[in-house]
């Protein structure tokens, strides 16, 4: 009787500190969320100032590629492969930010040089690049439909990005732990089985970052981070029915 008392207040302590950890990660991602919106704002008013609003679609593109780094506020949210919660291990965090670390400065290399290439295109008209392409806009930030499909798809790309190359691996270094290497490689091996699963995730980011910020900014404050714990949740329980399944065969 003592026994199964003593298991009682140990599992009611287990979910007590779960929900603790809950909702600390949620409060996380919504601080993060609110950092980056207040930075897209800033950035929307300067580019207002300078006449060049179109060019604030390319800036919102770019906020998608730091989705890794915010991510791993939600690994207490993961369910091992004995349907457990994952706790919060302070050098599993450590482990990871130098992972996602590697990819962020990859994410901000690639952001950069797209940001360079736009502006030389659109708005320096005396540059190489716009010479080369015979790029002449009538004004500055004089911005096409086919720009805002291009910076739509490429946001589409950068979150498709953030999660194979982010997310995933980080989600699987937590749950089997094959290596720097090799959590890669299953990561990539996991977005090649699923790739339809994965281009329908990175839209549904991609569309809760730039809809939001281009026509109800304060929208961006709920969707962003629902979709990305949503996500997130999805993947770990897709990434451990293709374990299980795999096991089985």
């Given at each position: 009787m003592t026994k199964l008392w003593v298991n009682i207040v140990l599992e009611s302590l287990r979910l007590s500190r779960f929900l603790g950890e809950k909702m600390v990660s949620y409060g996380l991602v919504f601080f993060a969320s609110l950092v980056i919106f207040s930075i897209s704002q800033v950035i929307q008013f300067y580019l207002i100032t300078y006449n060049l609003p179109t060019m604030y679609i390319s800036f919102c593109a770019g906020f998608i590629l730091f989705?890794?780094?915010i991510s791993l506020f939600l690994h207490p949210l993961l369910v091992n492969k004995e349907g457990n919660r994952e706790t919060f291990h302070f050098n599993a965090l450590l482990a990871n930010i130098g992972l996602v670390?590697?990819?962020?400065?990859?994410?901000?290399?690639?952001?950069?040089?797209?940001?360079?290439?736009?502006?030389?295109?659109?708005?320096?008209?005396?540059?190489?690049?716009?010479k080369v392409f015979d790029i002449k806009t009538q004004a500055r930030g004089d911005m096409t439909?086919?720009?805002?499909?291009?910076?739509?798809?490429?946001?589409?790309?950068?979150?498709?990005?953030?999660m194979v190359v982010g997310v995933l691996p980080c989600l699987v270094a937590r749950l089997d732990n094959y290596g720097v290497v090799g959590d890669f490689v299953a990561a990539f091996s996991f977005s090649k089985k699923h790739k339809a699963l994965m281009c329908l995730?990175?839209?549904?980011?991609?569309?809760?970052?730039?809809?939001?910020?281009?026509?109800?900014?304060?929208?961006?404050?709920?969707?962003?981070?629902?979709?990305?714990?949503?996500?997130?949740?999805?993947?770990?329980?897709?990434?451990?029915?293709?374990?299980?399944?795999?096991?089985?065969?």
């Open positions: 989705i890794p780094l670390s590697v990819v962020q400065l990859l994410c901000f290399l690639i952001w950069m040089t797209d940001a360079i290439a736009l502006y030389s295109l659109y708005v320096d008209q005396e540059s190489f690049l716009a439909f086919e720009f805002y499909c291009f910076n739509f798809i490429l946001a589409w790309l950068f979150a498709l990005l953030s995730y990175a839209l549904l980011i991609t569309s809760s970052v730039l809809l939001p910020l281009l026509y109800s900014k304060y929208l961006f404050l709920v969707l962003f981070p629902s979709a990305l714990i949503w996500v997130f949740v999805c993947l770990n329980k897709k990434y451990l029915q293709s374990q299980y399944l795999q096991l089985v065969t």
